[in-house]
């Protein structure tokens, strides 16, 4: 399976596109896109998905979950335990995006109250 940095060159040379075109699509340099395709830059959500808007295809497919499988323990905030499968398709990655940004709020939040009843104790 393919790393999602090969998989974006791939995406890009079956469609032709050149690299200076793809950055002045995302509105970066041609070195900063050039770092995605290479694997040196770490790929953000924003980034992934503005990359699928101008290659036209799922950002699923870049990552290469578009309709497999992932096994999951955390997705339903009601479940003691979720031992069951999550299939992602073009619908559901959206809602990963989601619970993805909404997990990273949760996360800050907890640090935020955490250095206000610790710090400087």
Do not use: P
């Not at 509105?27 to 992934?48: A, C, M, P, W």
């Not at 870049?62 to 497999?68: A, K, L, M, P, R």
């Not at 073009?90 to 949760?106: A, F, N, P, T």
């Amino acid at each position: 399976m393919l790393e999602y940095h090969e998989k974006i060159k791939k995406i890009r040379l079956e469609k032709n596109l050149s690299q200076d075109w793809i950055a002045s699509q995302l509105g970066i340099s041609q070195r900063s896109y050039s770092n995605i395709e290479n694997g040196q830059t770490q790929l953000t959500v924003d980034r992934l998905f503005q990359i699928s808007e101008v290659f036209k295809v799922n950002a699923g497919e870049i990552i290469g979950v578009e309709n497999q499988n992932i096994n999951t323990n955390n997705f339903n905030n009601n479940a003691t335990q979720n031992n069951s499968s999550l299939v992602v398709n073009r619908h559901s990655i959206e809602e990963i995006r989601m619970l993805y940004e909404r997990i990273l709020k949760d996360k800050d939040e907890e640090i935020q109250f955490l250095r206000s009843r610790f710090v400087g104790k």
